[in-house]
């Protein structure tokens, strides 16, 4: 049972437009997300997180939405540039619980296109 | 910081063979994750060590698989006997722990093949 779920593999953006990555989530007992970036024969690195307390949080051209009514979030990378390239992995943890333990969902490859 | 390092980077073994995975988690964190990689699966966490003490290996697929952390600065992954459906790319992660956010620093993983 899939707990957190990335439904898109793939996405193909053109440089300089918005790319844009789902994530759906099924526990509701998920208070903390985090976005995970993976480029090919490197292990994933850290790229932006937010707590369930807010609905948004940006970091340059990075910014996360998170809807808990549809238990939704959502990556905005804006504009989106060739070095963007990479798969894009969604993980969730419940801070009350075992706060250590990240869910992660499959990722999406995003390809951005000179 | 040189960062979560894990060796080797590759490893091709033959089905009945024992596979050691090493890593070396960043100085000065306290908590050490080993995840595997598949296709179907995605990334799964296999065992979760706190101060060098195992705390949470339910996500360890069964008894041939063991893991170790005998000092802050070093774990192993063992698989005995190794069988192709381990065929996966095996991360070692590391983090100081915090009140709530849980930033893992992953190493370059692993990329294993059962033959």
């Known amino acids: 049972d899939q707990q957190v779920k990335q439904n898109s593999p793939s996405l193909s953006v053109q440089e300089g437009r918005i790319s844009i990555l789902n994530c759906d989530y099924t526990?509701?007992?998920?208070?903390?997300f985090l976005w995970y970036k993976k480029y090919p024969a490197e292990g994933p690195t850290f790229l932006i997180s937010i707590s369930s307390i807010k609905d948004k949080n940006e970091d340059g051209r990075f910014t996360v939405f998170l809807n808990k009514s549809a238990k939704h979030l959502s990556l905005h990378i804006v504009p989106s540039q060739p070095g963007d390239s990479a798969v894009y992995f969604c993980?969730?943890?419940?801070?009350?619980?075992?706060?250590?333990?990240?869910?992660f969902g499959k990722g999406t490859l995003l390809t951005v296109n000179p | 910081d040189a960062g979560v390092i894990q060796s080797p980077r590759h490893e091709v073994t033959e089905m009945g063979q024992e596979v050691t995975l090493r890593c070396k988690p960043i100085s000065g964190h306290n908590s050490l994750f080993w995840y595997r990689q598949t296709m179907m699966r995605g990334l799964e966490l296999l065992i979760y060590?706190?101060?060098?003490?195992?705390?949470?290996d339910s996500g360890m697929p069964e008894d041939r698989f063991s893991a170790k952390m005998p000092n802050a600065s070093f774990s192993t992954l063992k698989i005995q006997p190794s069988e192709p459906r381990d065929s996966a790319v095996y991360f070692c992660a590391s983090s100081l722990r915090t009140a709530l956010k849980e930033t893992q620093y992953f190493g370059p993983g692993t990329r294993l093949l059962v033959l």
């Open positions: 526990n509701s007992m998920f208070d903390y």
């Open positions: 993980a969730a943890s419940n801070s009350g619980g075992s706060n250590y333990k990240l869910t």
């Open positions: 060590f706190n101060n060098n003490v195992p705390i949470d």
